[in-house]
């Protein structure tokens, strides 16, 4: 995979534009909590950075599929990087805040729809890009970590805003890396069908890519557990209050925001290595209903350490999801409306994230912390589990259909 220039340039991309979200995430959080004292205000901005996303990809998820992806990718982050500039300014109000967050989410729809669409073209064969996928997963969770870990420390050293203007910076540096280190393609659609970018129709467009995803019985449940994956997250969200009600210092935060993403690693490492790829896919709606199970005994745990570790198995179960979902959902769907379908799955995944952080964000202003995490956790284990039970009846369903069909 690193043999591939082009891999090379889209993981970087990739890397540092996490880093810089998952610094700007921490510096969000602490700037909000800090003027506000809400675990409700703290978790709903956090929510902005996940939620508009399948805004964006249901709008714009089609510019993947009509225009260059190269281009794409690179005019989003410039986009963003000039939107994030604002947020910085001390004392911007809230009202300003938010729908300015919510531009910045909404654009990185087209460029994740454009990257997941590539992602094929640039390695080729199933097991290569399987490896791919686990490859950025665990690097993507590092970054995460990292960010995470070392955005706790700078905020001792720098203010949040000038943790924001970092982060528009990143997405400069992701633009420099897509520009310079993948080739020009033409545009999807013009060389499938000959016509220019107007010849279908926004709303077909559309149309098209919620088809393919929902009329597809295999896309549908995978698409379906990957952002029941996504809802796992919301603990992340409540790290500040959480470690408040625990009795513990501003340390706390980092740990356990990075539970998750040092917990997919392994998940990640896991599943690519020592799982043979035969048993992969059928792991996938097991380990999302599993993952739920550390979240609801977190809500009897007082110790840190013990709550992280937690937090850890969960984030460990979610990639071992997460990384065949994604593969075999790209390698399943037509290369004509890939971006489409792949925009409409990942912004469903973000905007899964940020809806439960908004209602765990609800929850815990009312009863406290750990209990959202638990019911967040009882929750995911429940509707993946009903999700499992209703793949099932339709596979034993099917036999008979086709018998009934030959015998009649």
Do not use: K
């Not at 998952?22 to 929510?47: E, K, N």
């Not at 709303?203 to 896309?219: P, Y």
């Not at 997250?233 to 790290?239: G, I, K, N």
């Not at 940020?354 to 964000?361: D, H, K, N, P, S």
């Amino acid at each position: 995979m690193f043999r591939t220039a082009e891999f090379r340039a889209l993981w970087a991309a990739e890397l540092v534009s996490i880093c810089g979200d998952q610094l700007a995430r921490v510096a969000f959080s602490v700037l909000v909590y800090g003027r506000t004292g809400s675990a409700a205000w703290a978790a709903a901005v956090y929510a902005l950075t996940f939620l508009p996303a399948l805004l964006g990809g249901v709008l714009l998820g089609w510019v993947a599929d009509r225009f260059r992806r190269r281009e794409v990718m690179v005019l989003a982050d410039v986009a963003r990087a000039l939107l994030v500039v604002p947020l910085a300014v001390p004392g911007i109000p809230l009202a300003l805040l938010c729908p300015l967050l919510v531009l910045v989410v909404v654009l990185a729809s087209p460029h994740t729809a454009a990257q997941g669409a590539l992602l094929p073209e640039v390695l080729d064969g199933e097991e290569l890009l399987e490896r791919g996928f686990a490859v950025r997963q665990i690097t993507n969770q590092t970054a995460q970590i990292a960010g995470f870990a070392v955005g706790g420390a700078l905020l001792v050293l720098i203010s949040p805003s000038v943790a924001i203007l970092l982060n528009s910076a990143t997405f400069l540096l992701s633009a420099f890396f897509v520009r310079v280190g993948v080739r020009r393609r033409s545009a999807p659609a013009a060389s499938a069908d000959g016509a220019g970018p107007a010849a279908l129709s926004w709303l077909a467009d559309i149309r098209e890519g919620a088809r393919t995803v929902f009329a597809h019985s295999r896309l549908r449940t995978l698409a379906l557990a990957v952002w029941l994956v996504g809802g796992y997250v919301a603990p992340e969200a409540l790290a500040v209050p959480l470690a408040d009600e625990l009795g513990a210092g501003p340390w706390a935060v980092g740990l356990l925001m990075a539970a998750d993403p040092a917990g997919s690693v392994l998940g990640a490492l896991v599943i690519s290595r020592w799982v043979p790829e035969r048993l992969r896919e059928r792991a996938i709606l097991p380990c999302t209903a599993l993952a739920g199970v550390p979240l609801v005994a977190s809500m009897f745990v007082s110790n840190v350490a013990a709550v992280v570790v937690l937090w850890a198995v969960t984030g460990a179960l979610c990639t071992a999801a997460l990384v065949p979902a994604q593969a075999v959902f790209v390698r399943t769907t037509p290369g004509e409306v890939r971006g489409r379908a792949t925009g409409l799955a990942a912004s469903g995944l973000i905007a899964a994230q940020g809806l439960a952080i908004l209602v765990c964000g609800l929850l815990a202003e009312r009863w406290g912390a750990p209990l959202a995490v638990g019911i967040c956790g009882a929750a995911g284990a429940l509707l993946a589990s009903a999700l499992m039970l209703t793949r099932g009846a339709r596979a034993e369903r099917a036999p008979h259909r086709v018998r009934a069909a030959r015998e009649g």
